[in-house]
């Protein structure tokens, strides 16, 4: 099955400009299984996962977004680590 190349888009973000596909700026959340996830402490990155601080550690190297779609660690968070995550989020 051929893929589709979808339109791009750049724009300034943390102060870099960078390129993005066509509706998925800003969309990083939605997509990342971090943000429900018990091992993810958004507040303090040094208390995330390996998995997860190494990520970080790429995206301020290379000024990209990755999501985590997939994760073997995934745990769900409670409903008192999710109510701490969505009061970080909704700063
Ligand atoms: S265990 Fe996986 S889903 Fe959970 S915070 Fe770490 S990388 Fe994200």
């Not at 051929?2 to 509706?23: A, L």
């Not at 996962?49 to 409670?78: D, G, H, K, M």
Request: hydrophobic share 30%.
């Amino acid at each position: 099955m051929k893929r589709k190349v979808r339109n791009t888009e750049i724009y300034k973000h943390h102060g870099t400009v960078v390129t993005v596909q066509e509706g998925d700026k800003g969309k990083h959340r939605d997509h990342c299984l971090c943000w429900q996830c018990g091992f993810f402490c958004p507040w303090d990155s040094k208390y995330n996962c390996a998995t997860a601080r190494i990520l970080y550690s790429l995206c301020v190297i290379f000024n990209i977004v990755t999501p985590v779609w997939e994760c073997l660690l995934y745990q769900q968070a409670t409903e008192t680590q999710q109510k701490r995550i969505d009061k970080f989020e909704n700063k």
